[in-house]
């Protein structure tokens, strides 16, 4: 399964749109990029996933490179609450059981 | 309310003494699993479960047991803690997997449960 790297922590201006990144060079064809976040020490929250094309919900837009190997969850209007840690992980889309979610992106949103 | 219920929510144990960490989900979903989860190490992924009767090892099985005889329960078994699986651990589920196209991927995740083992 591919591998994903993400930056340890960042910072964000309430308001502001925030912008995670994530780093998936080995990702295969038929695997799926998807992202979770985890508020303090609560169970992780599904947020979004994605295939090749962009995707947007009612929490976030997630962005995926044409050449798949890296995406950006976009937070558009970060506020206190979306403080979190963000774990971007991929899955195959045949064997999809095991999930490998690493360390993540530990967000603050700054008031 | 569609949910993921561990209990105990918290525990305090001696090494060596068996424990079992209860999972329960009221969603009908066919995928269930455990995770740990350690300062610097993130989340690691136990056992799995695709459905009744079928459990798979995941990245750090050793030192549980799981089984899933019924749909909606899947506990985790510590026949013999050990003072390195003190942690904090989270059952999740979801519809299926294989099938991610669809949101079967999203995993529900229970409130977790933190585990001292003296």
């Known amino acids: 399964d591919a591998k994903t790297t993400q930056p340890t922590s960042m910072d964000c201006a309430e308001g502001r749109a925030a912008n995670l990144p994530c780093n998936h060079s080995?990702?295969?064809?038929?695997?799926?990029v998807y992202w979770y976040r985890q508020i303090h020490s609560q169970g992780p929250q599904y947020i979004i996933h994605g295939l090749k094309n962009n995707e947007t919900n009612e929490m976030a837009s997630l962005i995926i490179t044409e050449d798949r190997k890296s995406s950006t969850l976009i937070l558009p209007h970060a506020t206190l609450r979306d403080t979190a840690v963000y774990y971007c992980?991929?899955?195959?889309?045949?064997?999809?059981?095991?999930?490998?979610f690493g360390t993540g992106t530990s967000l603050t949103v700054i008031p | 309310e569609a949910q993921v219920t561990q209990n105990p929510r918290y525990l305090i144990t001696v090494t060596g003494k068996k424990l079992t960490v209860t999972c329960s989900q009221n969603m009908n979903h066919e995928y269930m699993s455990w995770y740990r989860q350690d300062p610097g190490l993130g989340l690691r992924q136990i056992y799995y479960s695709m459905n009744v009767e079928v459990t798979d090892k995941g990245d750090v099985p050793e030192g549980y047991k799981v089984s899933r005889k019924e749909k909606r329960n899947f506990p985790l078994i510590l026949e013999s803690p050990s003072p390195n699986q003190t942690s904090l651990y989270f059952c999740a589920s979801s519809f299926g997997q294989g099938r991610p196209s669809t949101r079967y991927n999203e995993q529900f995740f229970g409130p977790g449960t933190r585990l001292t083992v003296l």
């Open positions: 992980i991929v899955i195959p889309r045949l064997t999809g059981n095991q999930f490998y």
């Open positions: 080995t990702i295969s064809g038929n695997e799926y």
